[in-house]
């Protein structure tokens, strides 16, 4: 059975910074790709970034390119996301995603990915 469970959500104030992480009980983590996503109140879920299996690609939403960094360790079965200028805009509930896929790059789609997070709490207050 497949769990993925995120942590490090919070409070912060703007410009502040946050990192998630989100533990896998994968046996083959290192054959998934793995993304974040967000939900803010009355929004659909929507694409933060993304990171191939091998960590050798990522992808990220325009709205978070040059403060956000996603990364994994697959030696901890872990995949990290470093947000850093965090706007208020931000504020959302974070899901961690696994979708077992070794193309050379992950999806941005969410509709692909096989397991989900129960999800983190990120606010930034202004």
């Known amino acids: 059975q497949v769990q993925l469970v995120e942590s490090g959500g919070g409070v912060v104030q703007t410009g502040g910074s946050l990192r998630l992480s989100c533990a896998a009980s994968?046996?083959?983590?290192?054959?998934?790709?793995m993304g974040w996503f967000r939900q803010a109140p009355g929004q659909e879920r929507e694409f933060v970034a993304t990171?191939?299996?091998?960590?050798?690609?990522?992808n990220y939403a325009d709205s978070v390119k040059g403060r956000f960094t996603i990364y994994r360790d697959n030696a901890k079965n872990t995949v990290y996301l470093q947000m850093n200028s965090l706007k208020p805009e931000d504020t959302a509930v974070y899901y961690c995603a696994a979708d077992r896929n070794t193309a050379y790059s992950a999806s941005s789609n969410d509709r692909e990915y096989d397991y989900w997070g129960q999800g983190t709490q990120v606010t930034v207050s202004s």
């Open positions: 990171i191939s299996w091998s960590g050798s690609s990522t």
């Open positions: 994968i046996r083959t983590f290192s054959s998934y790709a």
